[in-house]
């Protein structure tokens, strides 16, 4: 794949067949500097690329949301509750799964474009996860265990794979229609378990970018 690389600093990445990204969290009038490197499944990795600068004209033409829910649960402590954690734990055996939700809000009759889920990631996997719908919205972070955790739902975009201490995006257009309230899942086919910053680590938290036309 590809990693995305903002004023030396990686903000992204993309599986090797995705040659297009988009930067959706910069601001107007505001230069930036842009390089790529590639990276193989062994996880090496190319010299960076000549570095490129942006500079952003116009308006804000995008939104930013966090989530104000997330917690996950696993099966091997079926009545544990994580929603005090300040990180997301994924993995396919024993089945660990995430759930977030945002609330979109203020968008004043704006027409989106393009909806992205940014997750931060803690350590590195070649398999990936992927981000699901959740149809149920009454479930509480802090009462959520294992056997009363709502279905997740279909899957809306997967990551390949990536290193570790990034941003991983997902584009949920699809998804998110307009104002409201929506819930995600998050699960893994992966071996090794993954873990994703939750809501309280902070600046690292899950981000829900929205792009106006």
Do not use: C
């Not at 954690?85 to 009759?109: C, E, K, Q, W």
């Not at 104002?179 to 899942?185: I, L, Q």
Request: hydrophobic share 40%; net charge neutral.
């Amino acid at each position: 794949g590809y990693s995305i690389l903002r004023n030396g600093v990686t903000i992204s990445t993309v599986p090797a067949y995705d040659l297009t990204y988009s930067d959706t969290s910069v601001t107007p009038s505001v230069n930036y500097t842009y390089a790529v490197a590639a990276f193989d499944s062994s996880g090496k990795r190319s010299p960076l690329s000549s570095p490129v600068q942006v500079t952003v004209s116009g308006t804000a033409t995008n939104a930013a949301f966090t989530t104000v829910a997330d917690t996950y649960v696993a099966a091997t402590n079926p009545t544990n509750n994580y929603g005090k954690a300040p990180f997301l734990r994924i993995g396919l055996s024993p089945d660990m799964h995430g759930y977030l939700r945002f609330i979109v809000s203020g968008l004043g009759g704006k027409t989106i474009a393009h909806v992205f889920l940014r997750l931060y990631v803690n350590n590195s996997n070649k398999q990936g996860f992927n981000v699901t719908s959740v149809a149920d919205n009454t479930w509480d972070e802090y009462k959520m265990i294992y056997s009363n955790a709502p279905a997740l739902g279909t899957t809306l975009a997967s990551s390949g794979a990536f290193p570790a201490a990034t941003w991983v995006t997902f584009d949920v257009t699809s998804y998110v229609t307009g104002e409201g309230t929506y819930n995600f899942g998050i699960n893994t086919t992966a071996d090794k378990p993954i873990n994703l910053a939750a809501r309280e680590a902070g600046l690292d938290a899950p981000q829900l970018i929205i792009q106006f036309n």
